[in-house]
């Protein structure tokens, strides 16, 4: 008889652009596009299932307990705080993770950030549909200062995978770089690159451009403590996770021109409260969370999540956590 699986929160993954059917042959699969994040409705759907595939739905040690068939955890993410692993392992629950799908997403998520502070081209492609080019007296204007980044110092807060591709798309706009990170991996490859600590990187930085994980010495990282270090000319990037920030500090640093502007693409708590301070804050550029999402990724992570589940269904897993 094949497993009974359950995608809990399928259309994240898969909002029907790609294909379930590729999991047939390997068990009998149920998507929920949503489920709600309390253990009753999460364990009602669960409650016969070997396998379950989760982006975002909560696997907490109250919810586990309710689930003595669950044998195996497809996280079909890179991120898995939202697994009390811990409580896994003592059920002898396997979890798994798909790192490094979307690392080429990510970083040009990143850039399409920054260059939106730089150059506002939407901005300026909005005030011209609205007619303030037509009306100019000059044959070019614009509204914001234009930035070239040639020249500019980066820092990279967390140089794994995607720090290092953003170091490389950095070299290529004749950027600087200076990196900070919990292992210091060898960067002779890149000339003048060099190791700061981040006091250091906050001060000598044009970008700061943040790529480390959620751990409890980087929540709340950007703060105003932090904030009060980084050039007033200066832009902040989060590609990452959102409580690294503290976000009233940053609206604060923002509507008081302490740094420039930021380009965010997470926050603290998402979906957002409507009340989110930097909703309001000078210079802010937000996205919802999509670096992740392009098609190519998604298309990756379908595929790397059947192969971890595949791998633990042969008796072999891989990206266990």
Same mark, same amino acid.
């Given at each position: 008889?094949?497993?009974?699986?359950?995608?809990?929160?399928?259309?994240?993954?898969?909002?029907?652009?790609?294909? *379930?059917?590729?999991?047939?042959?390997?068990?009998?699969?149920?998507?929920?596009?949503?489920?709600?994040?309390?253990?009753?409705?999460?364990?009602?759907?669960?409650?016969?299932?070997?396998?379950?595939?989760?982006?975002?739905?909560?696997?907490?040690?109250?919810?586990?307990?309710?689930?003595? @068939? #669950?044998?195996?955890?497809?996280?079909?993410?890179?991120?898995?705080?939202?697994?009390? =692993?811990?409580?896994?392992?003592?059920?002898?629950?396997?979890?798994? +993770?798909?790192?490094?799908?979307?690392?080429?997403?990510?970083?040009?998520?990143?850039?399409?950030? /920054?260059?939106?502070?730089?150059?506002?081209?939407?901005?300026?492609?909005?005030?011209?549909?609205?007619?303030?080019?037509?009306?100019?007296?000059?044959?070019?204007? *614009?509204?914001?200062?234009?930035?070239?980044?040639?020249?500019?110092?980066?820092? =990279?807060?967390?140089?794994? @995978? =995607?720090?290092?591709?953003?170091?490389?798309?950095?070299?290529?706009?004749?950027?600087?770089?200076?990196?900070?990170?919990?292992?210091?991996?060898?960067?002779? @490859?890149?000339?003048?690159?060099? *190791?700061?600590?981040?006091?250091?990187?906050?001060?000598?930085?044009?970008?700061?451009?943040?790529?480390?994980?959620?751990?409890?010495?980087? /929540?709340? #990282?950007?703060?105003?403590?932090?904030?009060?270090?980084?050039?007033?000319?200066?832009?902040?990037?989060?590609?990452?996770?959102?409580?690294?920030?503290?976000?009233?500090? #940053?609206?604060?640093?923002?509507?008081?021109?302490?740094?420039?502007?930021?380009?965010?693409?997470?926050?603290?708590?998402?979906?957002?409260?409507?009340?989110?301070?930097?909703?309001?804050?000078?210079?802010?550029?937000?996205?919802?969370?999509?670096?992740?999402?392009?098609?190519?990724?998604?298309?990756?992570?379908?595929?790397?999540?059947?192969?971890?589940?595949?791998?633990?269904?042969?008796? @072999?897993?891989? +990206?266990? #956590?």
């Amino acid at each position: 008889m094949k497993p009974k699986i359950i995608a809990i929160d399928g259309y994240t993954l898969n909002p029907g652009d790609l294909s *379930w059917q590729q999991w047939q042959p390997y068990g009998n699969l149920t998507v929920y596009d949503r489920t709600p994040y309390e253990t009753t409705a999460i364990a009602g759907r669960c409650a016969e299932a070997v396998a379950v595939l989760t982006n975002k739905t909560p696997f907490n040690a109250a919810t586990l307990a309710q689930l003595p @068939h #669950l044998k195996y955890i497809g996280v079909t993410a890179t991120g898995y705080n939202m697994i009390d =692993i811990a409580a896994a392992k003592k059920q002898d629950i396997i979890v798994t +993770n798909v790192p490094g799908y979307g690392t080429v997403s990510v970083v040009q998520m990143t850039f399409a950030l /920054l260059l939106e502070l730089t150059q506002r081209v939407q901005r300026h492609s909005d005030a011209v549909m609205e007619g303030k080019w037509s009306r100019s007296p000059d044959f070019s204007f *614009w509204d914001y200062p234009l930035v070239e980044l040639t020249g500019k110092t980066i820092g =990279i807060i967390g140089m794994g @995978h =995607i720090g290092s591709k953003v170091a490389d798309i950095a070299a290529a706009f004749g950027m600087k770089i200076i990196g900070n990170s919990r292992t210091r991996t060898d960067q002779s @490859h890149r000339p003048g690159f060099t *190791w700061a600590s981040i006091p250091e990187l906050l001060a000598q930085s044009d970008v700061v451009s943040i790529h480390c994980p959620l751990f409890p010495e980087t /929540l709340g #990282l950007i703060n105003s403590q932090t904030l009060s270090l980084m050039k007033p000319t200066a832009f902040l990037l989060n590609t990452s996770r959102g409580p690294i920030i503290v976000e009233q500090d #940053l609206a604060d640093a923002l509507n008081t021109g302490r740094i420039a502007g930021a380009g965010l693409d997470v926050l603290s708590t998402e979906p957002p409260p409507a009340g989110n301070p930097l909703f309001k804050a000078k210079n802010c550029i937000i996205t919802p969370h999509i670096s992740w999402a392009t098609k190519e990724a998604r298309t990756r992570l379908m595929a790397a999540t059947l192969a971890n589940f595949t791998a633990w269904q042969s008796g @072999h897993p891989i +990206n266990v #956590l």
